[in-house]
């Protein structure tokens, strides 16, 4: 027991643990490839890694970034009195989601199969994301000036 | 005192690893991961047992596609139930929905725990090598199982769904047992060291990174641009748009006309006709040449069974308000009017068939157990809500299943073999 500590780095239910985990996934694995090419299977986790690790996370990094270096431009200088950026980063929020959930309607990539359906065409929710995303930011702007405004009437706080 | 007060030990604490300098977010930290893990702890194994029940509800062992080789996994299946009628309708809908509602939670957590991954060195023992290797599992497993899930309901389907989708759950879920195993006890930890109430309360003036030895803790964070309530309100809301936007069109009524995103909030047809489509007849090649006055619907069993839609209206009607209920989670609730299957079977001397066969008009076929088929609910259906059915809806006929996934109840039916003694 002491020597699996040493030379593993856990105790004997941690190997069983894992030998089962790895056991039921390679059978899966196996089962999936007979149904479908190792290629397919291989490009969706390659283009899924590189979509989140390498465009969706260091993207939306950035962007925030930049929209908090906009709100604080002059280094030194006091911040804007009530801080927007929060009012920006959650219409964004929803607004990109929505059109990373939702994009193959959105761009009518499944345009044919979508009409043999539903018996509709997918034209519209291209304007559904662009209503819900101008309510998401309209609503947000409308907060700001509310909370602008009072911020104002109550004067220079803290 | 406020637990934040505590003056953080210089590094990023005594026994931490020396942290990277690049993470900057205060945010961060073991509080914060387990609040998004313990919500994903519940709505993971919904998802998983929500769709083992949905696999089970085609009766794939009676050779029902998707009909891959299922193995071991496929030793829980049991034969469908039909009552409660609006079971699959609940578990497919909830499936869908919850797994819609989940992704902003994923995405947060996969943001809280991304200096893990590039924690130096990889692993200092063989158990840990282990376990990041099943974390690939875990995370892959799970953006997998999205990607595979929302592009199918979207109708971008790019692989064998059903077979990817369904291994895919059994490979993703044996990398979050263990995961959970080996995790339980930390989240609990993280979660008792930060009282959730009190954290509803802190305000971004008092928002500071939490004072413990971790990993995910930035070393030399900058300051809070939002609070942790604020965070949590950011992932929650937006997971709340989501539901508004796509839940309706498995919930109904006038919750259908908001679902924004969803593929069936709209209804095509009018008067008693005016709900949801699965398929038209024009996609389906169906023509008034198919389903006018020569239709006849054949019946085989012990003998062999000619019907006009006539005769069939003259046989003894029931009628049943039963969902059509589709694995792309949408679903509507009708009232249907028909011969009951279990009569037709008797008509043609099988009273108690172990199976049947239905076939229709475009050729689409499916296999019904002798529970579905002796049901008082399943039906023939010839009208709907009073009205005939329409082209799209399946005139001359089709059949409906109480709890059957929506593509059991075929439409444009033109035969049903019954086989077998139950």
Redesign the interface.
């Known amino acids: 027991m002491r020597w699996l500590r040493r030379?593993?780095?856990?105790g004997p239910f941690?190997?069983v643990?894992?030998a089962?985990?790895?056991l039921?996934?390679a059978?899966?694995?196996a089962?999936?490839l007979?149904?479908?090419g190792w290629e397919?299977?291989l490009l969706?986790?390659a283009v899924?890694?590189v979509a989140?690790?390498l465009v969706v996370?260091p993207g939306y990094g950035l962007a925030d970034r930049a929209a908090?270096r906009l709100q604080n431009r002059r280094p030194g200088a006091a911040p804007p009195r009530v801080?927007w950026?929060?009012y920006v980063?959650?219409p964004t929020?929803?607004s990109l989601?929505?059109l990373l959930?939702?994009f193959?309607?959105i761009l009518r990539?499944?345009a044919p199969?979508?009409?043999?359906?539903?018996?509709?065409t997918e034209d519209?929710?291209l304007w559904?994301?662009l209503?819900?995303s101008g309510l998401?930011f309209g609503l947000s702007g409308l907060t700001y000036l509310v909370r602008w405004g009072i911020g104002r009437r109550r004067g220079p706080s803290r | 005192m406020h637990p934040d007060d505590a003056p953080r030990p210089p590094g990023g604490g005594g026994t931490a690893p020396p942290g990277d300098r690049r993470w900057k977010s205060p945010l961060r930290g073991p509080w914060l991961t387990s609040v998004f893990g313990a919500v994903l702890l519940v709505g993971i194994p919904v998802e998983f047992v929500t769709g083992l029940l949905s696999y089970a509800a085609y009766n794939p062992r009676l050779g029902n596609p998707p009909n891959s080789a299922k193995g071991i996994f496929g030793l829980y299946l049991f034969n469908w139930v039909t009552k409660p009628s609006w079971l699959y309708r609940v578990v497919e809908g909830v499936h869908v929905m919850l797994g819609l509602v989940l992704v902003p939670v994923v995405l947060a957590k996969l943001w809280s725990v991304m200096p893990k991954l590039f924690e130096w060195p990889p692993w200092r023992s063989v158990a840990q090598f282990l376990e990041r290797l099943s974390l690939v599992l875990v995370v892959g497993g799970i953006v997998f199982e999205m990607t595979t899930g929302i592009l199918e309901i979207n109708y971008f389907g790019q692989i064998n769904f059903y077979s990817g989708h369904f291994y895919g759950a059994w490979a993703f879920f044996a990398g979050f047992v263990i995961h959970v195993c080996v995790q339980f006890g930390e989240m609990v930890r993280a979660l008792r060291s930060r009282p959730l109430r009190a954290e509803l309360r802190t305000g971004l003036a008092d928002t500071r990174p939490e004072p413990v030895a971790s990993a995910l803790v930035a070393v030399d964070p900058a300051p809070a641009t939002i609070s942790r309530r604020g965070a949590l309100a950011l992932v929650g809301g937006t997971s709340l748009v989501v539901f508004v936007l796509t839940a309706g069109e498995a919930i109904g009524g006038v919750t259908r006309r908001v679902a924004l995103f969803g593929t069936h909030y709209r209804s095509p047809g009018i008067g008693a006709n005016q709900f949801p489509v699965n398929k038209t007849a024009a996609s389906a090649g169906i023509t008034a040449a198919h389903t006018g006055p020569n239709w006849r619907l054949l019946l085989t069993g012990d003998r062999e069974v000619s019907l006009s839609r006539a005769q069939l209206l003259s046989m003894p009607l029931t009628t049943a308000d039963l969902p059509i209920a589709c694995t792309e989670g949408w679903s509507t609730q009708q009232r249907w009017t028909g011969v009951p299957l279990a009569d037709l079977a008797r008509l043609c001397g099988t009273p108690q068939p172990a199976s049947a066969t239905l076939t229709a008009v475009d050729s689409g076929s499916i296999f019904l157990s002798s529970t579905q088929v002796a049901a008082p609910e399943s039906l023939l259906a010839l009208r709907v809500n009073g009205a005939d059915l329409s082209l799209d809806h399946g005139f001359p006929a089709r059949v409906i299943v109480p709890s059957a996934p929506g593509t059991h109840n075929l439409k444009w039916m033109t035969r049903i073999d019954f086989t077998g003694d139950a």
Not at chain 1, 113 to 120: E, I, N
Request: hydrophobic fraction near 55%; proline fraction near 3%.
């Open positions: 030379h593993y780095g856990a941690h190997l643990g894992m089962a985990c790895f039921v996934a059978y899966a694995l089962k999936v007979r149904d479908n397919e299977i969706w986790f899924c890694v989140h690790d996370w908090l801080p950026v929060n980063r959650v929020v929803i989601l929505l959930m939702f193959p309607l990539l499944s199969t979508y009409l043999d359906y539903t018996g509709f519209v929710y559904n994301w209503v819900v998401a």
